[in-house]
T-cell receptor, first 117, second 113 residues
């Protein structure tokens, strides 16, 4: 169990630029989640994959955001035309599971901190 | 709407003192309950979880939590706090049929030597 890996750890970019983050889940986990955490707040759910299928997206995930998990392994989160309000920590998590329900604990990576200049 | 409340934003305790962090949720059915800890600049580490059964659950690092259905609470406790416990603690819930966690706003713990 090597843990959930996220890359990069930090990203600084100018407003209007596109950014892409990568998440490598724990190898045997088929579920993958993205959350966003702003200063002083708890993480907020963005989206969820089971294998390669994106099964749920939050209203927080505007049209500028897109997430993929093409082969059911790693995932990418892209933000187009970044805005000041996108500055946050983006956390990826993974878990085992089949069927319905959130009863499998999610294991989190160390996150990617995005700063918009 | 489903929500999680952590009423204490900051808590300061002396090393060796006992600790209780509060968590309340609003939802009709019993959710799955979790406590996570986050050190600065790091991700979240799972401390413990409750799915069903015994309402007192033990976790890592000497933490325990008690689920009280009548109070919709899942408070985290530790009998003797160590300086290394200083961090931010998040309560999270997940509801049957969904996969996303709903997190509280967190409680920042400071430990005095």
């Amino acid at each position: 169990d090597t843990g959930v890996s996220q890359d990069p750890r930090h990203k600084i970019t100018k407003r209007g630029q596109n950014v892409t983050f990568r998440c490598d889940p724990i190898s045997e986990h088929n579920r993958l989640y993205w959350y966003r955490q702003t200063l002083g707040q708890g993480p907020e759910f963005l989206t969820y994959f089971q294998n390669e299928a994106q099964l749920e997206k939050s209203r927080l995930l505007s049209d500028r955001f897109s997430a993929e998990r093409p082969k059911g392994s790693f995932s990418t989160l892209e933000i187009q035309r970044t805005e000041q309000g996108d500055s946050a920590m983006y956390l990826c998590a993974s878990s085992r599971g089949s069927g319905t329900g959130g009863n499998q604990p999610q294991h989190f990576g160390d996150g990617t901190r995005l700063s918009i200049l | 709407a489903q929500s999680v409340t952590q009423p204490d934003i900051h808590i300061t305790v002396s090393e060796g003192a006992s600790l209780e962090l509060r968590c309340n949720y609003s939802y009709g059915a019993t959710p799955y309950l979790f406590w996570y800890v986050q050190s600065p600049g790091q991700g979240l580490q799972l401390l413990l979880k409750y799915f069903s059964g015994d309402t007192l659950v033990q976790g890592i690092k000497g933490f325990e939590a008690e689920f009280k259905r009548s109070q919709s609470s899942f408070n985290l406790r530790k009998p003797s706090v160590h300086w290394s416990d200083a961090a931010e603690y998040f309560c999270a819930v997940a509801f049957s049929g969904t996969y996303k966690y709903i997190f509280g706003t967190g409680t920042r713990l400071k430990v005095l030597a």
